[in-house]
Antibody
Framework: VQLVESGGGVVQPGRSLRLSCAAS????????MHWVRQAPGKGLEWVAL????????YYSDSVKGRFTISRDNSKNTLYLQMNSLRAEDSAVYFC???????????????WGQGTLVTVSS | SYVLTQPPSVSVAPGQTARITCGGN??????VHWYQQKPGQAPVLVVY???DRPSGIPERFSGSSSGNTATLTISRVEGGDEADYSC???????????FGGGTKLTVL
């Protein structure tokens, strides 16, 4: 199993950024996927979830209405569109596979290495 | 909202047993998962559903949970176990996965 994030960088407050997570080594379309973030020196914070077929996207209150999770199962890729970015969104963003397959178990059995997003003017 | 409380740090000598706690209201009735994270690396699931281990995780890692406290126990601690450890549950009231703040394990 391999998960490789990309798309991070430095962005001004209020601007947008799209993260990608390329998956390999497993049947991507059989698994729910999550984004989890970690601000510098802080703990892990769950951000968003998509089911195996892209249905039922779900978000933390801190990003609801600003972030959109999506996936392209034909490309084995997970996305996170981040709009109206704020300084408090600065973090390493990890994509993570849900352990439950078709059913969401809300624990994360494989993680990517993360991509750093810095929101600063 | 549901809060998981972990001690900021735990220290243990090599060969001894480390116990890292995770406090939460009635956590004994929840499935608890534990992650190990070394500096600059991605988290690794070491215990899931209270006391199950993913393949490749040594038997030295075990978990328990009762009442308001869950515990990750690492037996015969090695230098390579030095890392941050975070607990995690699914909060059915908010429908959100919740993480504890993490505990830094130092091997003396």
């Amino acid at each position: 199993v391999q998960l490789v994030e990309s798309g991070g960088g430095v962005v001004q407050p209020g601007r947008s950024l799209r993260l990608s997570c390329a998956a390999s080594g497993f049947t991507f379309l059989n698994y729910g996927m999550h984004w989890v973030r970690q601000a510098p020196g802080k703990g892990l914070e769950w951000v968003a979830l998509t089911w195996y077929d892209g249905s039922n996207p779900y978000y933390s209150d801190s990003v609801k209405g600003r972030f959109t999770i999506s996936r392209d199962n034909s490309k084995n890729t997970l996305y996170l569109q981040m709009n109206s970015l704020r300084a408090e969104d600065s973090a390493v963003y990890f994509c993570a596979r849900d352990s439950g397959g078709y059913n969401i178990h809300y624990n994360f059995d494989h993680w990517g290495q993360g991509t750093l997003v810095t929101v600063s003017s | 909202s549901y809060v998981l409380t972990q001690p900021p740090s735990v220290s243990v000598a090599p060969g001894q047993t480390a116990r890292i706690t995770c406090g939460g209201n009635d956590i004994g009735n929840n499935n608890v998962h534990w992650y190990q994270q070394k500096p600059g690396q991605a988290p690794v699931l070491v215990v899931y559903d209270v006391n199950d281990r993913p393949s490749g995780i040594p038997e030295r890692f075990s978990g328990s949970s009762s009442g308001n406290t869950a515990t990750l126990t690492i037996s015969r601690v090695e230098g390579g176990d030095e890392a941050d450890y975070s607990c995690q549950v699914f909060d059915g009231n908010s429908d959100l996965p919740i993480f504890g703040g993490g505990t830094k394990l130092t091997v003396l």
